[in-house]
């Protein structure tokens, strides 16, 4: 199984920047996608910003050109670099992967606990 866990969020100014960091433990064969999701109050989660092994990457449109993500597979780690940051940016992020324990066994899905963005004066 594998385990996520988050590091980074908090309070900032309209303007600013973040960066939140997700670690990934446990025993695996591989993880094919890390990627963040976000959920405001009232809102629908959503899909932030997600990068594969390969190397694709994709961003909401609402984020891109001003949050990136990378991936650092030796540390099996995720970054979210957030910058420019707006009000409607404010939400609980969580982060998200998808593994497999063997080669060619089921893809499966993990999450982190999320932390909290706040974007405010």
């Known amino acids: 199984q594998v385990q996520l866990v988050e590091s980074g969020g908090g309070l900032v100014q309209p303007g600013g920047s973040l960066r939140l960091s997700c670690k990934a433990s446990g025993l695996f064969f591989d993880i094919t996608t890390m990627g963040w999701f976000r959920q405001a109050p009232g809102n629908q989660r959503e899909l932030v910003a997600a990068?594969?092994?390969?190397?694709?990457?994709n961003y909401s449109d609402s984020v891109r050109d001003r949050f990136t993500i990378t991936r650092d597979d030796g540390k099996n780690t995720v970054l979210l670099q957030m910058d420019n940051l707006k009000p409607e940016d404010t939400a609980v992020y969580s982060c998200a992967a998808e593994y497999q324990l063997a080669p060619s066994a089921e893809i499966r899905e993990t999450w982190g606990q999320g932390v909290q963005v706040t974007v405010s004066s």
């Open positions: 990068a594969r092994r390969n190397g694709i990457t």
